[in-house]
C-alpha cells in the first residue's frame, strides 16, 4: 500500500476516465450539429453514465443528441424573423 500510488489512482482512472463519457458523446453531437450539438451531446452522455447504458448508451446518445439538434436548427431556421 502507497498513498501516493493511490492518489495517482484515483485522479487518472476514476477521475479522469470518468469524464471520458459525457465528453465523448459531446464531441460526437458536435461533429454533427456544430457547435449547439455539443451541450446536448454532454448532456446526453451524463445521462447514459447515470442510467448505466455505459460506452454504448454514450455514443447512442450522441448521435441522437447530434440529429435532433440539427433537426431543431433546421426547424428554427424556417421560422419568419
Do not use: H
Amino acid at each position: 500500500y502507497n498513498a501516493f500510488a493511490e492518489l495517482l489512482w484515483n485522479i487518472g482512472c476514476k477521475s479522469a476516465f470518468a469524464l471520458i463519457l459525457p465528453i465523448l458523446p459531446g464531441f460526437i453531437a458536435r461533429s454533427i450539429a456544430v457547435k449547439p450539438g455539443f451541450a446536448s451531446g454532454l448532456v446526453g452522455g451524463m445521462l447514459a453514465i447515470s442510467g448505466g447504458s455505459g460506452f454504448i448508451g454514450g455514443i447512442f446518445a450522441g448521435f441522437l443528441a447530434g440529429y435532433l439538434t440539427q433537426g431543431g436548427n433546421a426547424l428554427a431556421g424556417k421560422l419568419p424573423q
